[in-house]
Nanobody, 122 residues
């Protein structure tokens, strides 16, 4: 079992920055790739970014490239999502997930956090 807990959501204005954190624990969590997903009201859950614990490989959705950065801090068992130049369309519940492959398909991720709300006002 892998446990994931997100922190850092909130209400910000367009153009602001926000950093989300995801603390991982449990059995063999470093064997999994980590991803951030988001889900806006009435929309499907969508992939945002992914990262490995073991190397510097990352993957981003086109909608966030150049604005969001995913990173990890192995000593703290934590991954981060630095979000800059936020837009109202970034408003969503953001989820941390652990999966077997770094892909955008949410079905490939078997462990999920509870989510944290990010609201960007215009």
């Amino acid at each position: 079992q892998v446990q994931l807990v997100e922190f850092g959501g909130g209400l910000v204005q367009a153009g602001d920055s926000l950093r989300l954190s995801c603390a991982a624990s449990g059995r063999n969590y470093r064997n999994y790739v980590m991803g951030w997903f988001r889900q806006a009201p009435g929309k499907d859950r969508e992939f945002v970014a992914g990262i490995n614990w073991s190397d510097s490989g990352t993957l981003y959705a086109d909608s966030v490239k150049g604005r969001f950065t995913i990173s990890r801090e192995n000593a703290k068992n934590t991954i981060y999502l630095q979000m800059n130049s936020l837009k109202p369309e970034d408003t969503a519940v953001y989820f941390c997930a652990a999966g077997n492959l770094m892909r955008s398909d949410s079905k490939l991720y078997g462990y999920w956090g509870q989510g944290t709300q990010v609201t960007v006002s215009s």
